[in-house]
């Protein structure tokens, strides 16, 4: 395998040293193949809401995967799922599954384009949409320029009606607006994949204003915030309304599924009912559904985010306060139950402001949390991700953990 991996970040490269090999999880914790235990903050990357090998989940894929692995062909669990997600957004009208977020987002900037009739896209610096080709690039020489393509293979021709604006700077946005006929906006509601940085307050509404202006669309990538900042994501968290959102595994309780909804008349346009083509074997997998299902379900049933916040929010305060007593200049953002340190930079708003973090400092922080034990995103540039199973000894330990390391690196 490339790189003895089969996703990038896996590989440690950002922090150096071997990555683990996860043998099993329960709950809060993970468990390597030499049988060491860590706190898990990585929570495969955010689906694992509730914790590993929930057994209402575990046990909702194992009953459909005993009647089968895959069908190609419809199935009752594909409607429930589609109208849970309905009754919980009140955006989607309607809603099309596919396999991953990278589909979900490919396939919802075809949509846009189509019912538009325009073929450019604004994405945001920083902002992370998956490796789909149009989206693997960056802002180059400036926000009002085309850009280059972010990875090699990626072909010019494709990307050139991709353009980046600054995330949380309206006014970067609104130039590239009157300048070019723009198909639709795509943003992370809150980006997380350059670390977590909030919006701005206005931000996002005046992303929707905009597009109203502007004959635009506005999609919100909620791979991430979606079902995890509140049942209707950060939609419902932020009062804003997008024209079309995206999924990713989180509505398969972290089975590989993704989604992408939105009003009727947009989601119309998609085959078989329109012009839009877009299919896939394994969208709707039985096992997924059963999985998302139970998922789903399970947030009416519990006070899942009073708690999942109450704890990120003492881990995040407890952190910045570790940090700034060792006289490490430091910010903690957090939002719900996902933060990120950053070291140091006092302010992370936006691309350029997270791209100063003092990654050699982290990478030294990560490594020697691994050493007690508690296991971080390899990246100073990713989320920390807190599960309904975590608990606040799992936060103490976490803490007196990074006071001693960071003690230890300063």
């Known amino acids: 395998m490339p790189g003895g991996v089969n996703s990038p970040v896996r590989a440690f490269k950002a ?23 860590y706190i898990d903050y990585v929570c495969s990357w955010g689906p694992i809401i509730f914790g590993h090998n929930n057994a209402a989940i575990r046990d909702a894929a194992t009953i459909a995967a005993q009647k ?27 809603v099309r599954m596919v396999n991953s977020g990278t589909e979900a987002v490919m396939s919802a900037l075809r949509l846009a384009r189509a019912y538009t009739g325009r073929q450019k896209v604004i994405k945001f610096e920083g902002c992370y949409h998956g490796h789909a080709d149009s989206m693997l690039v960056k802002a180059g020489s400036g926000a009002l320029t085309l850009c280059e393509p972010d990875s090699a293979g990626v072909s010019e021709n494709i990307t050139q009606d991709t353009l980046v604006a600054s995330y949380n700077d309206l006014a970067s946005v609104e130039e590239l607006l009157k300048k070019k006929n723009i198909a639709c906006v795509i943003v992370e509601p809150v980006a997380a994949n350059m670390g977590v940085v909030l919006p701005k307050e206005g931000f996002l ?50 089975m590989p599924l993704g989604a992408y909804g939105g009003k009727k008349e947009i989601m119309e346009l998609v085959a078989p009912s329109g012009p839009v083509y877009q299919a896939g074997t394994l969208s709707g997998n039985p096992i ?23 704890l990120c929010e003492k881990l995040a305060k407890g952190l910045l ?7 490490i200049k430091s910010c903690v953002n957090r939002i ?11 302010n992370a708003y936006d691309y350029k402001s997270v791209k100063k973090a003092d990654t050699e ?15 971080l995103a390899p990246s100073q540039f990713e989320a920390m991700f807190i599960s309904y199973a975590h608990t606040e000894k799992d936060i103490d330990k976490t803490l007196e953990s990074a006071e001693k390391i960071i003690e230890q690196v300063v």
């Open 205 to 254: 509404k005046g992303l929707k204003e905009l597009c109203g202006t502007y004959g635009t669309l506005l999609i919100f990538d909620e791979v991430i915030t979606g079902f995890r900042l509140c049942k209707g994501g950060a939609q419902e968290y932020y009062g804003v309304l997008a024209d079309i959102v995206t999924y990713g595994k989180i509505i398969g309780g972290g």
């Open 288 to 310: 997924a559904m059963a999985a998302g299902l139970a998922q789903l379900e399970a947030l009416e049933q519990q006070d899942i985010y009073a708690h999942i916040d109450k």
């Open 15 to 37: 922090v150096g040293g071997n990555p683990l090999f996860i043998d099993r999880a329960e709950g809060s914790k993970i468990y390597d193949a030499d049988g060491n235990e």
């Open 361 to 375: 400092l982290y990478a030294k922080y990560f490594r020697g949390m691994l050493d007690e034990n508690v296991y």
């Open 336 to 346: 719900g139950s996902l933060c990120s340190l950053f070291f140091g930079i006092e």
């Open 68 to 94: 089968g692995m895959s069908f190609g062909a419809p199935t009752e669990a594909e409607v429930k799922l589609a109208e849970k997600i309905i009754s919980y957004v009140p955006s989607v009208e309607m």
């Open 321 to 327: 306060e570790i940090a700034q007593n060792c006289g």
